[in-house]
């Protein structure tokens, strides 16, 4: 029997300076034994090849047999309880094939669409952040014998897993994630290992929800680089096909697995329009020019009144969120004394708890969250990490229970504000 919360902290960034150190070193000079490391550190500073081939939506099976005879177990998206998750796929049949989705503030529905394409939706309530940052895990377990205390790391060893449907604005959350596990002075060796472990299968997007604004955070529709391969999904009257890209030599070994022939040129066209198309589907627009003065000059501006008397603090945004990364700790005991557990939970800034220090809880109204909230993602997130904190998935929209929109509370800030001075800083986006 558990006899729960003994004590609780709040962790924001993981530790391990001795790794951080090895993977950067092994990085720069090409020493990096396990190809799927050598593409992270790839992943800001290589292109992928100009090249296009083509296959068929029915080979899309092989794909998955390809990575399962590699050892990928392979997730990706799938319809269930009204919502497109993901989770493991035993075939492409798993796919929400012939499904799309309606996005708006607080509102999500799928709709069935005219055609049969499999990947003709946007984000939903799901990111990869689940499989590389998980919501849930033990750390430690210690057990008490008679003379002496024993405490046994958990360990970790998480399996080879693809990744098949990332799309561009959900691979630079990946990217942003990267930078807070990995980089800098600490480096999580869970999250290092499931990264490792990881082969992407990015499609580019061909349908924009009401919520999205990728475009405007220089994030998406189009996938740029970071991945293995790259898909873009085309359905025609008469055809159904792939353009695939191979961005790692991981991504070539399994495409040369599976039969496909070079893109022609009307194929590469379509494909291309279909990105562009979609750009100009955009449901929303941020305007990040100088966010972080507008912000950091604006700490007691009324708007963060009028979001407060909306917002019910429940956290759903920063749960949604697939760049948000704050942890706390849990530890539980059984009834004996002689067991304890350590466990690492998903923790939101919208709790009191998150922000509570000997005695009470530094930001205790949902003026000073939702304030703390924005504000790190769009202003303290660039000093930080040297990006923003968001991708403009939209996500934090649509799963907001009261329709709470980032973008409008943005343009709130910025149309009532003085002119913040200027920043030093081109890009506040995430170029
Ligand atoms: S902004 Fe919306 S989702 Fe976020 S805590 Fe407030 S009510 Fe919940
Ligand atoms: S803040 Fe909202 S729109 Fe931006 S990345 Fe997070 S969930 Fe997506």
């Known amino acids: 029997m558990v006899n729960r919360v003994v004590r609780k902290n709040v962790r924001r960034r993981p530790g391990g300076v001795a790794q951080t150190a090895a993977f950067a070193v092994c990085g720069r000079f090409g020493l990096v034994r396990n190809p799927a490391a050598r593409r992270l550190i790839m992943s800001d500073s290589d292109p992928p090849g100009e090249e296009r081939f083509v296959f068929e939506c029915d080979q899309l099976d092989l794909l998955l047999a390809a990575l399962k005879k590699h050892g990928y177990r392979v997730v990706g998206p799938t319809v269930r309880e009204g919502a497109i998750v993901y989770d493991e796929l035993r075939s492409a049949a798993d796919l929400p094939v012939g499904w799309s989705d309606e996005q708006e503030g607080g509102r999500y529905r799928l709709l069935k669409r005219s055609d049969r394409a499999h990947f003709g939706y946007a984000v939903g309530p799901h990111s990869w952040k689940q499989f590389l940052h998980p919501p849930v895990r033990r750390l430690w377990q210690a057990s008490r014998t008679q003379d002496r205390l024993e405490i046994v790391p958990e360990k970790d060893d998480p399996p080879k897993t693809a990744f098949l449907g990332v799309r561009a604005c959900e691979l630079h959350a990946i990217q942003i994630q990267d930078k807070v596990f990995l980089r800098g002075g600490y480096s999580d060796p869970s999250y290092k290992a499931r990264r490792e472990n990881a082969f992407i299968v990015a499609v580019n997007c061909g ?96 708007r963060w009144e009028s979001v407060a008397a909306r917002c019910l603090t429940c956290g759903n945004c920063t749960m949604v969120c697939p760049t948000c990364f704050c942890t706390t700790v849990e530890d539980v005991t059984d009834l004996s004394g002689k067991h304890a557990e350590r466990w690492q939970k998903w923790d939101s800034c919208f709790t009191t708890s998150f922000s509570y220090i000997h005695g009470g809880s530094v930001r205790p109204s949902g003026y000073a969250r939702y304030r703390q909230w924005m504000t790190h993602k769009l202003a303290a997130w660039i000093d930080q990490f040297g990006t923003s904190g968001c991708v403009g998935c939209g996500r934090c929209i649509t799963w907001c229970p009261v329709g709470i929109d980032i973008t409008e509370e943005v343009q709130a800030i910025r149309s009532a504000a003085p002119l913040p001075a200027r920043e030093n800083e081109e890009n506040h986006g995430n170029a």
């Open 207 to 302: 349908h924009a929800a009401g919520t999205c604004f990728c475009v405007s955070m220089q994030c998406g529709p189009k996938v740029g680089a970071g991945f293995d391969l790259a898909l873009t999904e085309v359905v025609e009257e008469t055809r159904h096909y792939f353009v695939v890209q191979a961005g790692s030599e991981a991504g070539r070994q399994i495409l040369g697995e599976i039969p496909h022939r070079e893109a022609d040129v009307s194929e590469r066209t379509a494909a291309e329009r279909i990105v562009s198309r979609t750009a100009e589907q955009m449901g929303r627009a941020m305007d990040t020019t100088e966010i972080k003065s507008l912000l950091y000059s604006n700490y007691e501006h009324p």
